[in-house]
């Protein structure tokens, strides 16, 4: 199985970039403040708990940067040897996040989108698990500098190409994943309002979509030796 092209390639990131924004979105209005994939944000979370001795937020914290760490640590493993670019193994890993999704929603649905303290707790860890999985496949996708759950990096990246060089066109597939990750908080948003109970669901939707046609390119190229 051959990578798709690179331009195919950046058009899926930035809708895994819409999927992190809804799902962000999500744990932040309905998840006690928590992110799945900001870990900037929870890591402040977490001092502020400490500090105030707010059990409660420290739980949260543990379950969203533990949980994160969990999902980096375990994609990893699978990718460690492989050269970058879409491929059986990341298509599999992939797989792993949309099914980690689909049971985050599973779950959201069963407690009616009104999750208590301990399952918005389970919640919260299977969301920054996928994220961190997440995470993993879009640095694996082979292009240099691409994320697809934290952008602070390309907003300053494209900020100081702009400034730097006016002149010069800007990074279309980072603004693309900025943009996608903003229109999946509008998306989230929008969801948890019109059908709050299975809203979830959409973010599942939107990887699992990623999969399918990343799946569908790779198939339209020879095989190279030695894919994997």
Do not use: K
């Amino acid at each position: 199985m051959r990578a798709p092209s690179r331009p195919a390639t950046a058009g899926l990131l930035v809708v895994l970039a819409a999927a992190s924004g809804y799902l962000d979105v999500i744990c932040l209005t309905r998840l006690d403040g928590f992110f799945a994939s900001v870990i900037t944000g929870n890591l402040v979370h977490f001092g502020h708990a400490i500090a105030t001795a707010d059990g409660r937020s420290l739980g949260g914290a543990v379950a969203a940067v533990g949980g994160y760490a969990v999902g980096v640590a375990g994609a990893t493993l699978p990718l460690r040897r492989i050269r970058p670019g879409w491929n059986r193994r990341t298509a599999v890993v992939t797989a792993t996040e949309a099914v980690l999704l689909l049971g985050f929603a599973a779950g959201w649905m069963a407690c009616a989108g009104r999750p208590g303290y301990a399952t918005g707790l389970v919640l919260l860890a299977v969301a920054s698990v996928s994220s961190g999985i997440q995470s993993v496949i879009t640095i694996g996708a082979g292009i240099r500098g691409a994320s697809t759950t934290y952008l602070t990096g390309s907003l300053t990246d494209l900020v100081r190409r702009r400034v730097l060089d006016p002149h010069r066109f800007a990074d279309v597939g980072g603004t693309g994943r900025l943009v996608g990750l903003i229109a999946g908080a509008v998306l989230g948003t929008l969801g948890l309002r019109a059908a709050p109970t299975w809203a979830p669901a959409l973010a599942a939707v939107l990887v699992i979509a990623v999969i399918a046609v990343a799946v569908r390119l790779a198939r339209r190229t020879t095989p190279a030796p030695g894919d994997d």
